[in-house]
């Protein structure tokens, strides 16, 4: 240090230097994709998704696919609610696809944002909810199912 440079003023660049890289200052108890869930079954590769696609091709089975991303933070706020849906809406089928695991199926659907939610009957889109909009979400899961419910 330079003969300029006071104790205090010493003190404090020494505190700077010392400190510990950034950490973030909340982190929740258990992250959704640390626990799998009994309503919500993640798509893990090409072959999975094909099966589940063909099994409901014939059937007038809801079929709501939740994409997303461990790093994405408006994703993590939505998974709580998702999971909260597919408990109430039995009669749908719930998956989940990430996006780093399965880029091509993302691209298919040409989604360009995160979270995106598409729902299919028959094997074909019917509608499709792009974000984190809880009222959206649960007025078109209504929509969709009302024979059901």
Not at 5 to 13: P, Y
Not at 29 to 38: A, C, H, L, T
Not at 89 to 94: A, G, H, K, L
Request: with cysteine; aromatic share 12%; proline share 5%.
């Amino acid at each position: 240090m330079g003969a300029n440079v006071s104790s205090r003023d010493q003190r404090f660049l020494t505190d700077i230097h010392s400190r510990k890289p950034w950490a973030p200052r909340f982190e929740p108890e258990i992250s959704p994709y640390q626990v799998n869930s009994p309503f919500v079954v993640e798509i893990k590769n090409k072959n999975q998704w094909k099966s589940r696609l063909n099994a409901l091709k014939d059937t007038n089975k809801l079929l709501v696919i939740e994409f997303t991303a461990k790093w994405c933070g408006p994703c993590k706020s939505l998974e709580p609610k998702l999971e909260e849906l597919a408990a109430k809406y039995t009669d749908v089928e719930f998956v989940k696809v990430d996006v780093d695991v399965l880029m091509s199926l993302w691209m298919e659907y040409k989604l360009h944002t995160l979270p995106g939610i598409v729902f299919m009957k028959r094997g074909q889109e019917v509608d499709r909810v792009v974000g984190v909009k809880f009222d959206e979400l649960e007025r078109k899961l209504h929509k969709y199912t009302q024979s059901f419910y």
